[in-house]
């Protein structure tokens, strides 16, 4: 028997609950333990706030009697042809000194859902209903992230960090760190092996004597974002803070890679403007990363800094993996000074513009080229190029008269970006060459 629940099982579960089953029979008739099903229901079922015909939600005690009329006030009424407020569209209670909350038990006792409910049609209160699809949707994503991401959190990684790097930097190997420090890593060798080959460390492979000589294997295991990271940042916590902040300016964060265990790009991408800067690092470490959002927090302030990155979108990759310290400071104890999210695994249309933003990258850097001979006066005059070419979308503008018209031109040039003529403009590999 297939050990997770399939969609026909939830569809089963949600039939019979309209039958008002006990979970035990709910149970037989799947094959599968009552407990099972009980929990289903419990984790997978959601509140619904709904009323019934001319009769919005409403959970006060004395709705059926209660036929009080402009509970909010004459002046302030919104639906003054509403003959009584208990079918107004706003909640009464938010006004009313009478009101007392009415919650049905029923929904604390099995099946803890109002699907088999002989009231639901009639019931203007707060209900909890189990949805076989919404069911499987949740489950999915459930799945999905169990399967992603290390177990370690973020304070975890520091302290293995702080540890391991001035051994190795004294020649030691992992397997000697090992053997002496077993009882403080509370991880086993293996563990320190992967953590290194997905660059968590300030150590990689090339400062290990020996590993470096091992032939690699065929397939490496990709290390993601810690999940702890992810909790309060993933990307429906996104959504909802846009709902929320919908005039919030949004700055998507991306790496590009040149040649295997060579140097890699950062790109930070102003999507309201469609500005690209790029920074180059020696490794694709969470460091570099942090090291890269400190230079630019000296440089522009604090008020600048949370003007241009109020929020950050970004994908799993393992360099992305601490970002309490790009939100607070290196140490993740200071004053916010930006939001992070991810987006979903395997999902990069989710930040699509950085993604077609690498695009003019590839024009002048094409894939498999390794970067380890570029300077960052190379990458910037790149990004003054790309940045200087006119967008459709801009309606004819390029981006950094964009950028200027948003944000100042002194803030282009803190961030080293300058025009480029159109008659000068250069896209392809001939612009970097020496």
């Known amino acids: 028997m297939a050990k997770f629940l399939r969609y026909e ?5 949600e039939g ?6 006990s979970f035990t029979e709910i149970g037989k008739k ?4 009552r407990t099972t099903i009980a929990k289903e229901i ?6 619904q706030y709904s009323g019934y015909s001319i009769y919005p939600h409403n959970i006060c005690k004395y709705r059926k009697e209660c036929r009080r009329k402009k509970v909010c006030g004459t002046k302030a009424c919104k639906h003054p042809m509403v003959p009584i407020c208990k079918q107004c569209e706003e909640i009464c209670s938010r006004y009313c000194e009478e009101f007392e909350e009415e919650v049905c ?4 006792k099995p099946p803890y859902v109002c699907n088999g409910c002989r009231e639901r049609k009639r019931c203007t209160l ?6 076989a699809m919404e069911a499987q949707r949740q489950a999915t994503e459930k799945i999905a992230e169990s399967r992603s991401g290390i177990l370690s959190t973020e ?9 391991l790097v001035p051994l190795v930097k004294q020649g030691q190997s992992i397997h000697q760190i090992y053997l002496n420090h077993k009882d403080e890593l509370m991880c086993s060798e293996k563990t320190l092996y992967n953590y290194i080959d997905g660059c968590l460390f300030d150590i990689r492979n090339i400062d290990l004597p020996r590993k470096v000589k091992y032939r690699p294997r065929y397939k490496k295991p990709e290390l993601k974002v810690d999940k702890g990271c992810r909790i309060g940042r993933n990307y429906h916590d996104y959504e909802v803070y846009m709902e929320k902040n919908p005039d919030t300016a949004v700055v998507q964060m991306d790496s590009v890679i040149g040649s295997k265990g060579g140097k890699v790009l950062l790109t930070v991408y102003f999507v309201n403007v469609s500005l690209m800067l790029g920074f180059l690092r020696d490794a694709n470490t969470s460091k570099s990363v942090i090291d890269v959002f400190e230079g630019l927090y000296r440089n522009l302030g604090i008020m600048d800094f949370r003007k241009l990155f109020p929020v950050i979108l970004t994908d799993n990759g393992s360099e992305f993996s601490n970002p309490k310290s790009i939100e607070n400071g290196p ?27 690498h695009e003019f990258i590839r024009r002048v850097l094409p894939k498999g080229k390794s970067f380890d001979e570029l300077t960052q006066e190379d990458i910037n005059k790149m990004m003054n190029h790309i940045n200087s070419y006119r967008r459709n979308k801009l309606n004819g503008k390029s981006p950094y008269e964009a950028f200027c018209f948003y944000y100042g031109e002194d803030l282009a040039q803190k961030l080293g970006c300058r025009e480029v003529a159109a008659k000068d403009i250069n896209l392809t590999p001939r612009l970097l060459k020496k």
């Open 42 to 47: 419990r984790n997978y079922s959601g509140e």
């Open 155 to 163: 304070g975890e990684i520091a302290r293995l960090n702080e540890l």
């Open 105 to 108: 038990m029923h929904r604390y």
């Open 16 to 21: 019979a609950l309209k039958e008002q089953m």
């Open 30 to 33: 799947l094959g599968r333990d």
């Open 331 to 357: 140490d993740g104890k200071g004053i916010q000074r930006t939001k992070i999210y991810y987006c979903n695994p395997s999902a990069p249309y989710q930040k699509a513009e950085i993604e077609v933003g």
């Open 9 to 13: 099982d939830r569809l089963e579960i």
């Open 126 to 131: 707060t209900k909890t209903i189990y949805d």
